[in-house]
């Protein structure tokens, strides 16, 4: 008999709180990694998968201070936290035995978070090269956007039908709006690749620096903000005008509220030199935008109960 067959089965409340569990470690995993990158932490456990050669707990160490050793393993013990909750989120759904889009969605937290330690420990042995870094960011957001789609798809009933909510231009839209967050973030990374937080400070041993003017980088990603913007707010008056329903009005509220925050957040931290704490605040709020940005494409389409057989 398998653990899964003696497991009570899981309400759909239960459900839903483990994949909002999912989705706020997915989420709190990318800010900690910023916070190893801005605290220059990344070489903290200069090792991989062991936190030093023959140990996977920080040592005393000349080279390494303490306090760098205690971010870096921080983080990498909150890992635990992500495997915890995707795990549970299989058992989970399984055990409830939910329809198959919904065990794909599920199996593929644990899958994504196998690989992201992967991409964790390529960044860590190349020495923090900043694609790498890039790369390990922009995972995480993928992963956020996912973890909303299973929070999505658990609510809805399996035995319902896909109904379309909107028009379908205006879901091709919004997948255009989603194509330019996804720019905004790679570039975002470029702008951080460029910038002071290196995520090390090795006077003899330096972190490889992406060689682009941070002015031509910042212009870039400031003026594909401003086509972010600019589409979420035509998709807005579209949406009045088709009489869309107000679950899918006030998703969209609150992503260009968090956009606007965004907006305001990396104005002030490249105005006073990028300080730590705001870089930080400027990864949650990638975050924030990109759960909000695929929680109003999930709203556009939803599976809905059957219309009863008349007799």
């Not at 030093?52 to 909150?78: D, K």
């Amino acid at each position: 008999m398998r653990l899964v067959d003696v497991l009570p089965v899981p309400s759909l409340r239960t459900q839903r709180l483990i994949a909002a569990a999912v989705v706020l470690t997915q989420g709190g995993i990318a800010v900690t990694g910023a916070i190893v990158r801005v605290t220059a932490s990344g070489l903290g456990c200069p090792t991989w998968p062991q936190c030093f050669p023959g140990s996977f707990t920080p040592v005393p160490h000349a080279e390494v201070p303490g306090i760098h050793q205690a971010v870096e393993f921080g983080n990498r013990m909150i890992t635990f936290l992500v495997v915890l909750t995707a795990a549970l989120a299989v058992l989970a759904v399984t055990r409830a035995r939910r329809r198959h889009e919904v065990l794909v969605y599920a199996w593929l937290m644990p899958a994504s978070t196998v690989m992201q330690a992967v991409i964790g420990g390529i960044t860590v042995l190349t020495g923090l090269l900043w694609w790498t870094v890039a790369i390990h960011l922009l995972v995480s957001m993928a992963m956020v956007w996912l973890a909303v789609l299973l929070y999505v798809k658990i609510g809805e009933p399996d035995d319902g039908v896909p109904t379309a909510r909107v028009p379908k231009p205006l879901r091709q839209l919004t997948i255009l709006t989603a194509v330019v967050l996804a720019a905004q973030l790679v570039s975002g990374t470029f702008v951080t690749a460029a910038g002071p937080h290196a995520g090390d400070k090795s006077i003899e041993d330096p972190v490889p620096r992406l060689q682009i003017e941070i002015v031509t980088l910042v212009a870039l990603h400031a003026a594909l903000l401003i086509a972010y913007l600019a589409l979420l707010l035509g998709l807005g008056f579209a949406l009045r005008r088709v009489g869309a329903d107000r679950q899918i009005i006030r998703r969209l509220v609150v992503l260009l509220i968090l956009v606007a925050a965004q907006a305001l957040v990396g104005r002030v931290q490249y105005a006073i030199g990028v300080p730590a704490a705001l870089v930080a605040i400027h990864v949650a709020g990638a975050a924030a935008c990109t759960a909000a940005t695929s929680a109003l494409w999930a709203s556009m389409r939803e599976r809905t109960e059957p219309e009863p057989v008349q007799r």
